[in-house]
């Protein structure tokens, strides 16, 4: 049998040993009634030969030439040793450490990275990770919520250049709480509309939701965004995009006293697209918020000897011990993709992970001037951005990206699905992997659609 | 040392960087960056040797016997993990066009399928990132199901004392009060505390079974008539299906809903405490309510169902379907194991719980409940010998850890003292189980004739005991220059 | 040998309170037993000055590293101060259970909640029955 080594005689040994005749004597507690043969429609069972052959054929399939969509995932270069470090046994195998003795080199690694994401996003303190960017979202409403003391109402603003993915997961998880939803449009340069902020702020509010750069990759006034926010007695929740921050400012240092909590996906930072995952939230916060912090947090401390060592810190708040008054409920999280997230960051340095954004900006620039020249699409935005631009067509974008998939181009995300006033206008995304030529074969394929 | 000590001023990666020149001067400086981030400055070959090393101090499957009750540390199947990291899976954007997703989504589809018929359910959905994910929809689904029928005083959710701590806290998470039900001294749910906090009010129950106490909960049928006549619903926790795969099936119980932990029964990695993967299943009942999306099969294609195509969905609760590579590791292990290997796998996980209990009862060890059987784990308590010997259950642990096995989950289920809730897992060969035992039979000798040995563990590994109060009083979580 | 102070009154979830003689105001703590099962507190959340609760509310959380536990009022009453020294010495609450480590002081609604609390002797008790159990 697959995976388990016992023979004939071992389980003979072992059942003797027991005082029992038979594995099925084990399981007499469980009423008959209940007992199954087995399961439908499983065949027998592959080899690994087998099973790699059938798994090549299907995973052929879905092998592209060209992908310029982004929408939350970002394809990017990843340096050989991020996952040839990553996947070490050690690394790989191990478990949340719970005996910080026996699990030094995890707790060491989820100190580097919590340090890594402050320093990226100009925070004061991290987590160990959340699921991904719309659950840390979520999270940090939940957050900003509970750090908000006599709150006379649960009111969140969420603009509608947020992520509409972030959106809906934010709704279908703080609801239950009662948490208020209230959408801000945007405006004609793609950007929060200022307008529409200063008829809002009429009725109190929790916090405002601030994306940098935006869903449709232009960047928001974030010092005027914040400061707004803060005059109206309100907190900030920034949800960035982590590789963008070695280029754009940070939460941190946004306005005049920076945000109050940041969040978002930390798959840009080491994490192939990987068909959706697993990828990874982080959430970032002032000082003085560390205790509503959810998730687990590694620490510093000493050892019997005085020896520096790193443990699990703050789980007083955590589902574990806490239960029903938890911060959160959150258990597993992603530690794996922080060690990748660690050890890219460490790889690449700042210097490094600048040029990642600013080779990402330049060929998206180099795209935004090729359109120049087009005629069957044009810029729908001419706003600053990161490397995403909107590209309106003049016939339904389900056909040109069908046209696309034909010769296994990805042409970007269907915008008109999610934002009715965008219609006909495409979501494409260029970094660093792309070449001139990649670039050419892009616009002329877009050309003949 | 911390990679951020190790740094030299101006070293940069030279071979991942061009020697381009770029301007940026269209972004308008307000937006700009002004001083880089306080990342590490070290070369390649530093980082390689720093993140090497540091592997080093870990214990982990691959390295150790891992017997964490609750956690099913088995073997994670290297041969899995190359299938599940095939080029065209990984390399693929989750938004790609229908076109480049059919091998992907076929896999998907599949385990959906193959996951509704191991717990007896209607439907799954793919969508939660672990098992607290999983709950959370869970109840949230419940919650839909009453509202959508009007019931809405139904305010409380029903836990056992020994729940696990994402029970509650999801239940809370999901708007509900929690109220927890007591456990029988042989390890059955109190029936009459039941019967009692049941009512108009009780939106439902979540239970594990076996239970968190590693036992069959052999009311449950009981239970789940109970919970239902006052028209509440009852949620399954998957943390334990490992002692039942492919014999008994959650929905044959009676539950409605439930999650499944891929990375405990289907044996994938834990990576120092996640990426998780929590699909949930429901029945034809609750099936309306799964979140989206999820993969369908319309003549020949693979499609993805949205809100459009369910509209009772409780909606969306991650940007992509799942932890896509957790959910091809799951399903490339069942494809491995087949039918028979399913059934083997609860079979010897049962087998090698019973026989390192008995075996432990033979050398002195105390039960926490000595009439049951074991499931896939049970309980010892070391009350005994923290009362003779001043040695508690963190001192044990402490011991074996400096053997170089992981020690068991301590202090949990919090209802059962000095405990230690001991899961083998049907990976573990004979050999390793009775090294387990000759330790444990050294211990308690130890105990009685050396206790210090067991008070001062670890002496073994990278540090000594750690001090948990001062890092919860003078807290550094991220490094700001100095120590 | 934990202590327990006749002058004070108790509850069986060991919290204690002293009424001042002349003013309305009583002080409110933990008992030794309470402070010595908690293990050494970290963290310590006090309810805001002003704020007007009901007998067995939770008012305060008391953290250590393994557990955080409530604190529930066994008085109505209106808060009208805290202990603000133990922000940064929580640590007193276990050195100094009844003096340095009080927890908040409320202006008492109901004489008669106060006079149906435990006294020592009472508390005796019940601490007796618990461990029996």
Known sequence: MPFIPHTQAEVAAMLESIGATSCEELFQEIPDALKIKGIDGLGPGLTEMQAWRLMQTLAAQDQSKLNFIGAGCYEHYIPAAV???????????????????AS?????????????????????????????????????ILMAIRCTKRASNKRILLPKSVHPFYRQVVKTMTSPQAVELIEVEFDHNGQISKQKLDELAKQEFIALVIPQPNFLGILEDVDFLCDWAHQNGALVIATVNPLAMALLKPPGEWGTNGA?????????????????????????????????????????????????????????REQHIRRAKATSNIC??????????TIYLALMGAKGLKQVAVQCHNNTSYLKEALRTMSKFRLKFDSPFFHELVLEF???????????????????????????????????????????????QFIQALEKC | MLIFEKSVANRYPKSQMSAEDIDCSDIPNKLLRKTPPKLPEVSELQVIRHYSRLSQKNFSIDTNFYPLGSCTMKYNPRGVHKIASLPGFLNRHPFSHLQQSQGFMQCAFELQNVLAHITGMNKVSLCPLAGAHGEFVGIA??????????????????????????????????????????????????LDELRAALGSQTAGLMLTNPSTLGIYERNVQQIADLVHSVGGLLYYDGANLNAIIGRVRPGDMGFDVMHLNLHKTFATPH?????????????????????????????????????????????????????????????????MLGQEGVRRVSEIAVLNANYLMRNLVKIGYTLAYPSRMATHEFIITLSKQYKQFSVNALDFAKRIIDEGVHAPTIYFPLTVPECWLIEPTETESKQELDNFLRLMQEFLHEAATNPERLKEAPLNLPVKRLDEVKAAKDINVVWSGSM | MQHFPEELMYTITHEWAYKDEEKNIVTVGITDYAQEKLGEIVFVELPEVGLKIAAGDEVCVLESVKSAADVFSPLSGKIVAINEDLEDSPGLINSDPYQDGWLYKLELKDQVEYDELLDVHGYREHLAEEAEE
């Open chain 1, 332 to 341: 597993t999280n992603e530690s794996l993709l922080a060690t990748v997230n």
């Open chain 1, 104 to 140: 030094q080199g995890t707790l060491q690694v989820l100190y580097e990275y919590q340090s890594m994401l402050a320093a990226l996003t100009a925070m004061d303190v991290a987590n160990a990770s959340l699921y991904e960017g719309a659950t840390a979202l979520s999270e940090a």
């Open chain 2, 271 to 335: 990576g120092g405490g996640g990426p998780g993967g929590g699909p949930v299943a429901a029945n034809a009942s609750l099936a309306p309510y799964l979140p989206v999306p999820m993969v369908s099969l319309v003549d020949g294609q693979y499609k993805w169902l949205t809100e459009l195509d369910c509209p009772n969905t409780i909606g969306r609760i991650t940007t992509c379907m799942g932890n896509a590579g957790v959910l091809l590791r799951a399903y490339i292990y069942i494809l």
């Open chain 2, 141 to 190: 689904m419940i919650r839909a199901y009453h509202q959508a029928h009007g019931d809405l005083q139904r305010t409380e959710i029903l836990v056992p004392d020994n729940a696990h701590g994402t029970n509650p806290a999801s239940a809370s998470m999901c708007g509900f009060k929690v109220r927890e039900i007591a456990t029988n001294p042989d390890g059955d749910i109190n």
């Open chain 1, 260 to 316: 109050d909590f940041a969040c978002g996906e930390g798959q840009s930072l080491g994490v192939p697209l990987a068909s959706g995952g697993p990828y990874i939230g982080f959430l970032c916060c002032k000082r003085e918020y560390i205790r509503q912090l959810p998730g687990r947090i590694a620490g510093v401390t000493t050892d019997l000897d005085g020896k520096r060592g790193f443990v699990l810190t703050l789980q007083a």
């Open chain 1, 83 to 101: 996952w040839e470090l990553a996947t070490r046994g050690e690394f790989l195998t191990a478990y949340t450490p719970y005996q910080p003795e």
């Open chain 1, 394 to 440: 003049q016939k339904p974008v389900a056909e040109v990206l069908e046209h696309l998939a034909q010769q296994k181009i990805q042409g970007g995300f269907d915008l008109s699905i999610y934002y009715p006033e965008l219609g006909n206008c495409v979501l494409c995304c260029v970094t660093e992997t792309k070449s001139k030529q990649d670039l050419e």
